[in-house]
Nanobody
Framework: QVQLVESGGGLVQAGGSLTLSCVAS????????MGWYRQAPGKQRELVATISTGGTTNYAESVKGRFTISRDNAKNTVYLQMNSLKPEDTAVYYCHGVVRTTYRSYEDDYWGQGTQVTVSS
């Protein structure tokens, strides 16, 4: 089994910053893409940012220039540095990983339990 555990959420004023972390643990052969998604109340879950094993990144238009995704492959960890936060960034943020548990296995999708980010105006 693979577990993804997020940390770093909280309450921050508009214009402030937060850094989210997500550590993957368990039976892991290789982690391919990792990313962050978010879901606000009454809305669908949406992509925030993704990063490949080699470091290629992709961002939602709404966070470009404000958020930075990074990863430490040796630690099976992905980060999301969030600057210039806005009230509309308020959501539960979920970590996602595409993981192979053995060299023979196919890739599978894993999700963290989510961490709340609240931005006050």
């Amino acid at each position: 089994q693979v577990q993804l555990v997020e940390s770093g959420g909280g309450l921050v004023q508009a214009g402030g910053s937060l850094t989210l972390s997500c550590v993957a643990s368990g039976i892991i052969f290789k982690i391919n893409a990792m990313g962050w998604y978010r879901q606000a109340p009454g809305k669908q879950r949406e992509l925030v940012a993704t990063i490949s094993t080699g470091g290629t990144t992709n961002y939602a238009e709404s966070v470009k220039g404000r958020f930075t995704i990074s990863r430490d492959n040796a630690k099976n960890t992905v980060y999301l540095q969030m600057n210039s936060l806005k009230p509309e960034d308020t959501a539960v943020y979920y970590c996602h990983g595409v993981v192979r548990t053995t060299y023979r296995s196919y890739e599978d999708d894993y999700w963290g339990q989510g961490t709340q980010v609240t931005v006050s105006s």
